[in-house]
């Protein structure tokens, strides 16, 4: 600590030498720092909330495209509120800042949807909004970055986690579609991935990234942001805390966030993109469950089961030797995805314990999550399974 702080130090003594001409945001900045350092070198863990909690303040204050993560924001999710120290600069895209439709479209679906929930749902929904409407958001890539995994595994990210902070000053979500796209096209095909899938399902997939990456930010910003904002959503001051009493609010949470993500877009359907968002979500639900094992991912594990449960129950998908996906079950495959939406966000509302929605779908058999369905179990552990046998094998496509 006493080498961030003596770090900080210098830092704050360049800065304020230097003059920012372009943004005017000298002061913020300094502001920021300033408040950082005050709290690394607080040493009463009662307190620091507080500190911390000051921080977040500051840092929602600067708005430039070169951005600072928060040196502690990358949390693990296996306990509650650890965290790795990981610490990164991240630079906007203005090309794709620009083209983001999906906070309009969460707003629209979530004002409907909590009309017809009604009782609280309307208050709720409406001071969750003044956030997403109050959230910045930064489209880019990291730019430097230290930290526990080094090489880090951007996606995208909704932050600040408190909540107290996020009432007064919104969030700001942070997607690394450039950095995705370019993981995406250099990681060889899996021979996992061709077995379960089918080459033909791989090939197309690899063909999207090629050959039409506008297509596939399209889709990202569906999926992904979508995402972000969905974690905005039916939540209260105090929801975590009273839903955790079982310690499953994140298991189910992910869920809820990829989700409403689903939703926006099932609200502002674009035909063209329907095939490949089921191409995206049957993808993603599989491969969240070769993290079976690791215990710091369990809530994208378990939000895997509940995708995989709704997926082969709407018949969109079946298991034959390969995953088979029947696009003329696009229908039932929403109205499943739009019911079980509509108890989670219920069940948010009423602030009732996770587990009670997630063993709607999942049972736990010697420590770990399974499908609670027969059939999807089956599919599960031999996935699973062959995982182990083959997770690390590589294939040339034909």
Avoid: C
Wanted: proline share 3%.
């Amino acid at each position: 600590v006493s080498g961030i702080l003596a770090a900080l130090t210098e830092l704050i003594k360049a800065l304020e030498r230097e003059e920012d001409t372009v943004f005017g945001q000298k002061a913020q900045w300094i502001t920021y720092l300033l408040a950082m350092k005050i709290a690394f070198a607080h040493t009463k863990p009662d307190e620091l909330i507080r500190y911390w909690a000051d921080v977040d303040r500051a840092w929602m204050a600067i708005t430039t495209p070169l951005q600072i993560g928060h040196p502690l924001e990358y949390y693990e999710d296996h306990y509650r509120k650890a965290v790795a120290l990981e610490w990164d600069l991240r630079i906007v895209n203005p090309r794709l800042q620009e083209g983001s439709d999906t906070r309009s479209s969460i707003k629209a679906f979530a004002t409907k949807l909590a009309e017809s929930i009604g009782g609280n749902a309307p208050e709720v929904i409406a001071n969750n909004l003044l956030q997403v409407e109050g959230t910045q958001l930064y489209i880019g890539q990291p730019v430097l970055y230290y930290g526990a995994e080094f090489n880090g595994l951007f996606s995208a990210q909704v932050v600040p986690n408190d909540e107290t902070v996020s009432s007064e000053l919104g969030k700001k979500i942070f997607a690394y579609a450039d950095f995705v796209i370019a993981s995406k096209k250099a990681k060889p095909a899996m021979r996992i991935s061709v077995e379960t899938m089918g080459e033909a399902f791989v090939r197309k997939q690899r063909n999207l990234i090629e050959r039409e990456p506008a297509l596939w930010h399209k889709i990202y910003d569906i999926s992904t942001i979508g995402h972000e904002f969905g974690h905005i959503l039916w939540i209260e001051g105090e929801t975590e805390s009273a839903m955790n009493e079982t310690g499953q609010f994140k298991n189910i949470e992910e869920f809820k966030a990829t989700t409403g993500g689903l939703m926006a877009f099932f609200d502002n359907e674009i035909p063209e993109l329907k095939k490949h968002i089921v191409d995206d979500l049957v993808s993603r639900a599989i491969g969240l469950m070769s993290w079976r094992g690791v215990g710091e991912v369990l809530p994208y594990y378990s939000e895997g089961l509940i995708h995989l449960d709704l997926l082969f129950k709407s018949a969109v998908i079946s298991y034959d030797e390969t995953i088979r996906i029947d696009y003329g079950q696009y229908e039932m495959m929403k109205a499943h995805y739009q019911a079980a939406y509509r108890d989670l966000a219920s069940h948010y509302l009423r602030q009732e314990d996770a587990g009670n929605y997630l063993y709607r779908y999942v049972i736990k058999k010697e420590g770990i999550y399974l499908p609670r369905d027969e059939l999807v179990r089956e599919f599960v552990e031999h996935y699973y399974r062959r995982y182990r046998e083959i997770g690390q094998e590589t294939v040339v496509l034909a």
